[in-house]
C-alpha cells in the first residue's frame, strides 16, 4: 500500500490483507470507525463504518478485504470488510524512530516507540492529548478516553509509549505539517519512572538559581518553589516573590490566594524573556497563617529593561496614550520619556469606569514587570540577552492611580472662554456674532487637525489601513492575549504578483487604484475584528486574532485569493490582477512578532515560487524568505 502514489491508490485497487489491529478509535471526527493494522510488512490505516465488526478490539487478528484509497495525507484501506480470525495482542519491538525521522512522513502508520517525560494532560470530549518531552523534541500522543481512566498521574512521569506514528496535515493541500502518536491504551505505556507521588516532597529551590548550570539537570522534571503571592490570574497565572527574585507560573487551579501569602509551587521551568517561568504548575498553601504583602519597587522604563525585577511587583509612572478597544482585556498604551509600554488587566479580574482613565492622564501603574527580549539583536550578541519592551500585569483596577488630569485647557473650554469673554466685552451684537463664528472655525479646523494627525500616524494615506505601527502594536496585544487564553491565531502576507507591469502598462494612476481596491476586497474578505494593514509598496498584511480553526484560515486565505483575482476597470480599461498570500498559524506560545511575520514572508515567497495567484501555508520545511531564490522586480 505504501509503495503506491496518491494517484494510484485513489483508483481503488482492490486490497486484501492480515493483519493486527493496533490503534482502534470509534470517534475518528469524521464519522468513522478508524483503526491501524500492522502485518510483518509494516502498517496502514483503515477507514471503516461503525457496523464494522462488534467484536472488533485492540490486538484483533483480521483478514481485510477492501480497496485502496488516497486518504488525506497517505494511502490508505477504505471500503474494508472485516473479519476477526483470532486474538495475538499488540506486536513487539516496535522501532524507535527520532522526531526528524517522524516529520518525513517516511514512518506514516508504523508501530513506533517514544520515551519521553509527561509535561501535561489534556483531557478532551472523546481523546486524552499528553506532551511529551523527549530528547530530540516535544510531541503530543492520542489516546481513545476510557472511563475511569485519569491519565493526570503520569504529570512528570518518564514513560516509553508506543502507537502508530500518524501526521499532521492540511486537509485541503494534503501537506504534512506536523507528527503525533497514536497510542492504543495504557496497555501500550511503561512507566520507566513513575512521577513522585507528591511534588512538593522535592527540596526547595531558590528562583536564582533555576537557569543556572547547576540546577540545569533537574529542569527536565518538575522543580519545587516558594514564595510570597505577589499576583494572582485565577486559572491562567500566579506569581511568587522569593527574597528578591521573582517567578510567574502557568496553572489552571482557581483557588483564592492573598497577596502575600506564602505559598509552594511545583512545575516545569523554562526560560521566558531573561528569566525563569513556570508551566503545568501546581500550588498549595505553605501553611503559614501570615501574610505579608509585598511592596511594589517604584522603577524607571530604563531600570525595568534592564531585567533586574523580571517578574516583580513594580510602580512605573507614564502618560495614557490610548486604550485598546479590540481587547476584551484592559489593554493600556503608555509612554514614560522615550519609552512605550502596556499594562494589562484580564477582564475577569474587573474593569474600570469607562471614564476614569482618560487619555492624556499621567498614571502610576503598579503590577508585575515582564521584559520581551529582542530576538535578532540578542543572537547577534554573542549570547547576550537584548531587552526590546516590556509590560506591566496588573492585579486588580486598583492598580492604576491617576495623578494628574489631562490639561483642562481644550479648544472646547477655549471655544466658551473666548466666547464668554467677547459676549461680555463687545457691546455691538454683530461683532460679537463675528467673532464667535471665526473663534468656532478656528476651534473645529483645530479638532480637525487633531484628528486628520492621529489618523495620518496610524494608518496608510492611500489605502487608509492600517500602518505598520499600529499593526505591531495590535500584533503584541493578539499574541499576549493568546498566550493567556491558550488561543490561537495567524498572520497573512499579501503581495499582488506583477504589480510592476501594472504601473508600466497604465500608468502610477492606475497602480493607486489597483492598491485601493486591493485593499478594500481584502477588507471584506476578513473578518470585522481582524486588522488589515499596509506595508507599503503592493505588500499588505492581515492579523487574524483568536484563530484556531485551520479549516477556517485556509477559507480566509482562499477568500482573500479569489475575491483579489477579479480584473479591475480604471479609464475604460481592464487591469487583470492577482496575488500571492503567505499563511502562517500560530498557538503564540511559541513565536513572537517578529517571527510570524518573517514565517507569513516565506511563505509568501513559496507561494510566488509555485506559481503565483494561490496562498501557501508555512511550514517548518518553508525556506526563510532571504533564502529563497529572488525573482525579477517584473515578476513579483
Given at each position: 500500500?505504501?509503495?503506491?502514489?496518491?494517484?494510484?491508490?485513489?483508483?481503488?485497487?482492490?486490497?486484501?490483507?492480515?493483519?493486527?489491529?493496533?490503534?482502534?478509535?470509534?470517534?475518528?471526527?469524521?464519522g468513522?470507525?478508524?483503526?491501524?493494522?500492522?502485518?510483518?510488512?509494516?502498517?496502514?490505516?483503515?477507514?471503516?463504518?461503525?457496523?464494522?465488526?462488534?467484536?472488533?478490539?485492540?490486538?484483533?487478528l483480521?483478514?481485510?478485504?477492501?480497496?485502496?484509497?488516497?486518504?488525506?495525507?497517505?494511502?490508505?484501506?477504505?471500503?474494508?470488510?472485516?473479519?476477526?480470525?483470532?486474538?495475538?495482542?499488540?506486536?513487539?519491538?516496535?522501532?524507535?524512530?527520532?522526531?526528524?525521522?517522524?516529520?518525513?512522513?517516511?514512518?506514516?502508520?508504523?508501530?513506533?516507540?517514544?520515551?519521553?517525560?509527561?509535561?501535561?494532560?489534556?483531557?478532551?470530549?472523546?481523546?486524552?492529548?499528553?506532551?511529551?518531552?523527549?530528547?530530540?523534541?516535544?510531541?503530543?500522543?492520542?489516546?481513545v478516553?476510557?472511563?475511569?481512566?485519569?491519565?493526570?498521574?503520569?504529570?512528570?512521569?518518564?514513560?516509553?509509549?508506543?502507537?502508530?506514528?500518524?501526521?499532521?496535515?492540511?486537509?485541503?493541500?494534503?501537506?504534512?505539517?506536523?507528527?503525533?502518536?497514536?497510542?492504543?491504551?495504557?496497555?501500550?505505556?511503561?512507566?520507566?519512572?513513575?512521577?513522585?507521588?507528591?511534588?512538593?516532597?522535592?527540596?526547595?529551590?531558590?528562583?536564582?538559581?533555576?537557569?543556572?548550570?547547576?540546577?540545569?539537570?533537574?529542569?527536565?522534571?518538575?522543580?519545587?518553589?516558594?514564595?510570597?503571592?505577589?499576583?494572582?490570574?485565577?486559572?491562567?497565572?500566579?506569581?511568587?516573590?522569593?527574597?528578591?527574585?521573582?517567578?510567574?507560573?502557568?496553572?489552571?487551579?482557581k483557588?483564592?490566594?492573598?497577596?502575600?501569602?506564602?505559598?509552594?509551587?511545583?512545575?516545569?521551568?523554562?526560560?521566558?524573556?531573561?528569566?525563569?517561568?513556570?508551566?503545568?504548575?501546581?500550588?498549595?498553601?505553605?501553611?503559614?497563617?501570615?501574610?505579608?504583602?509585598?511592596?511594589?519597587?517604584?522603577?524607571?522604563?530604563?531600570?525595568?529593561?534592564?531585567?533586574?525585577?523580571e517578574?516583580?511587583?513594580?510602580?512605573?509612572?507614564?502618560?495614557?496614550?490610548?486604550?485598546?478597544?479590540?481587547?476584551?482585556?484592559?489593554?493600556?498604551?503608555?509612554?514614560?520619556?522615550?519609552?512605550?509600554?502596556?499594562?494589562?488587566?484580564?477582564?475577569?479580574?474587573?474593569?474600570?469606569?469607562?471614564?476614569?482613565?482618560?487619555?492624556?492622564?499621567?498614571l502610576?501603574?503598579?503590577?508585575?514587570?515582564?521584559?520581551?527580549?529582542?530576538?535578532?539583536?540578542?543572537?547577534?550578541?554573542?549570547?547576550?540577552?537584548?531587552?526590546?519592551?516590556?509590560?506591566?500585569?496588573?492585579?486588580?483596577?486598583?492598580?492604576?492611580?491617576?495623578?494628574?488630569?489631562?490639561?483642562?485647557?481644550?479648544?472646547?473650554?477655549?471655544?466658551?472662554?473666548?466666547?464668554?469673554?467677547?459676549?461680555?466685552?463687545l457691546?455691538?451684537?454683530?461683532w460679537?456674532?463675528?467673532?464667535?463664528?471665526?473663534?468656532?472655525?478656528?476651534?473645529?479646523?483645530?479638532?480637525?487637525?487633531?484628528?486628520?494627525?492621529?489618523?495620518?500616524?496610524?494608518?496608510?494615506a492611500?489605502?487608509?489601513?492600517?500602518?505598520?505601527?499600529?499593526?505591531?502594536?495590535?500584533?503584541?496585544?493578539?499574541?499576549?492575549?493568546?498566550?493567556?487564553?491558550?488561543?490561537?491565531?495567524?498572520?497573512?502576507?499579501?503581495?499582488?504578483?506583477?504589480?510592476?507591469?501594472?504601473?508600466?502598462?497604465?500608468?502610477?494612476?492606475?497602480?493607486?487604484e489597483?492598491?485601493?481596491?486591493?485593499?478594500?476586497?481584502?477588507?471584506?474578505?476578513?473578518?470585522?475584528?481582524?486588522?488589515?494593514?499596509?506595508?507599503?509598496?503592493?505588500?499588505?498584511?492581515?492579523?487574524?486574532?483568536?484563530?484556531?480553526?485551520?479549516?477556517?484560515?485556509?477559507?480566509?486565505?482562499?477568500?482573500?485569493?479569489?475575491?483579489l483575482?477579479v480584473?479591475?476597470?480604471?479609464?475604460?480599461?481592464?487591469?487583470?490582477?492577482?496575488?500571492?498570500?503567505?499563511?502562517?498559524?500560530?498557538?503564540?506560545?511559541?513565536?513572537?512578532?517578529?517571527?510570524?511575520?518573517?514565517?507569513?514572508?516565506?511563505?509568501?515567497?513559496?507561494?510566488?515560487?509555485?506559481?503565483?495567484?494561490?496562498?501557501?501555508?508555512?511550514?517548518?520545511?518553508?525556506?526563510?524568505?532571504?533564502?529563497?531564490?529572488?525573482?525579477?522586480?517584473?515578476?513579483?
Amino acid at each position: 500500500m505504501h509503495s503506491l502514489t496518491s494517484e494510484q491508490a485513489a483508483r481503488g485497487y482492490p486490497v486484501h490483507l492480515r493483519a493486527v489491529v493496533t490503534n482502534l478509535d470509534p470517534d475518528s471526527g469524521d464519522g468513522y470507525l478508524a483503526l491501524f493494522a500492522r502485518d510483518a510488512s509494516g502498517g496502514i490505516y483503515v477507514r471503516a463504518g461503525h457496523d464494522s465488526v462488534e467484536s472488533l478490539r485492540n490486538g484483533s487478528l483480521v483478514d481485510v478485504r477492501g480497496i485502496s484509497g488516497p486518504g488525506e495525507y497517505a494511502p490508505i484501506v477504505a471500503e474494508p470488510r472485516i473479519k476477526v480470525i483470532g486474538f495475538s495482542g499488540l506486536p513487539a519491538n516496535p522501532e524507535r524512530p527520532s522526531m526528524t525521522r517522524l516529520l518525513t512522513g517516511a514512518e506514516d502508520g508504523q508501530w513506533v516507540e517514544v520515551e519521553g517525560i509527561v509535561h501535561s494532560v489534556f483531557e478532551g470530549e472523546h481523546h486524552t492529548n499528553l506532551k511529551l518531552e523527549t530528547a530530540d523534541a516535544p510531541i503530543t500522543v492520542v489516546m481513545v478516553k476510557e472511563e475511569g481512566q485519569h491519565l493526570s498521574r503520569f504529570i512528570d512521569a518518564e514513560v516509553r509509549i508506543r502507537g502508530n506514528a500518524a501526521p499532521l496535515f492540511d486537509v485541503s493541500r494534503r501537506h504534512m505539517i506536523g507528527a503525533n502518536i497514536h497510542c492504543p491504551g495504557l496497555s501500550a505505556v511503561d512507566v520507566v519512572r513513575p512521577a513522585p507521588a507528591d511534588p512538593f516532597t522535592q527540596p526547595t529551590i531558590p528562583v536564582y538559581r533555576l537557569l543556572q548550570w547547576d540546577t540545569a539537570p533537574l529542569l527536565a522534571h518538575r522543580v519545587h518553589v516558594q514564595g510570597r503571592v505577589s499576583l494572582v490570574w485565577p486559572g491562567t497565572s500566579v506569581c511568587i516573590r522569593d527574597g528578591l527574585q521573582g517567578i510567574c507560573a502557568q496553572t489552571d487551579q482557581k483557588e483564592n490566594l492573598r497577596n502575600g501569602e506564602l505559598i509552594d509551587i511545583a512545575g516545569f521551568v523554562s526560560a521566558e524573556g531573561g528569566a525563569p517561568a513556570m508551566s503545568g504548575a501546581e500550588f498549595r498553601s505553605s501553611g503559614s497563617p501570615f501574610a505579608v504583602p509585598i511592596a511594589a519597587t517604584p522603577v524607571t522604563p530604563e531600570k525595568a529593561l534592564l531585567g533586574n525585577h523580571e517578574f516583580q511587583l513594580v510602580q512605573i509612572e507614564g502618560q495614557l496614550v490610548s486604550r485598546d478597544l479590540a481587547s476584551a482585556d484592559t489593554v493600556l498604551l503608555i509612554t514614560s520619556g522615550k519609552f512605550v509600554f502596556t499594562a494589562i488587566l484580564p477582564q475577569a479580574l474587573g474593569s474600570p469606569d469607562a471614564t476614569a482613565w482618560k487619555n492624556g492622564s499621567v498614571l502610576r501603574v503598579t503590577g508585575i514587570c515582564s521584559v520581551q527580549l529582542d530576538p535578532e539583536r540578542s543572537a547577534a550578541g554573542m549570547g547576550t540577552a537584548v531587552p526590546k519592551t516590556f509590560r506591566i500585569l496588573m492585579r486588580s483596577p486598583s492598580d492604576v492611580v491617576v495623578i494628574q488630569k489631562p490639561s483642562w485647557w481644550t479648544p472646547t473650554h477655549a471655544l466658551v472662554l473666548l466666547a464668554f469673554g467677547f459676549t461680555a466685552t463687545l457691546a455691538v451684537l454683530a461683532w460679537v456674532v463675528v467673532l464667535r463664528k471665526h473663534v468656532q472655525q478656528q476651534a473645529d479646523l483645530l479638532r480637525e487637525s487633531e484628528g486628520l494627525f492621529r489618523h495620518m500616524a496610524l494608518h496608510d494615506a492611500l489605502t487608509g489601513l492600517a500602518s505598520r505601527v499600529l499593526l505591531q502594536d495590535r500584533l503584541n496585544v493578539a499574541l499576549e492575549s493568546a498566550r493567556r487564553h491558550r488561543t490561537g491565531l495567524a498572520v497573512l502576507m499579501v503581495d499582488l504578483d506583477k504589480f510592476k507591469d501594472v504601473n508600466d502598462t497604465f500608468g502610477h494612476q492606475a497602480g493607486d487604484e489597483v492598491l485601493r481596491v486591493t485593499a478594500n476586497r481584502i477588507l471584506r474578505a476578513v473578518r470585522k475584528a481582524d486588522t488589515v494593514a499596509r506595508l507599503g509598496g503592493d505588500e499588505f498584511v492581515v492579523l487574524l486574532p483568536e484563530l484556531t480553526d485551520l479549516q477556517a484560515l485556509e477559507k480566509i486565505a482562499a477568500n482573500i485569493v479569489e475575491s483579489l483575482a477579479v480584473p479591475i476597470s480604471f479609464a475604460g480599461r481592464e487591469m487583470p490582477v492577482t496575488v500571492s498570500v503567505g499563511v502562517c498559524p500560530s498557538g503564540a506560545e511559541e513565536l513572537d512578532a517578529d517571527t510570524l511575520l518573517r514565517n507569513a514572508d516565506s511563505a509568501l515567497y513559496q507561494a510566488k515560487a509555485s506559481g503565483r495567484n494561490r496562498f501557501q501555508l508555512f511550514t517548518p520545511d518553508t525556506p526563510p524568505a532571504l533564502a529563497a531564490e529572488p525573482l525579477p522586480a517584473s515578476r513579483r
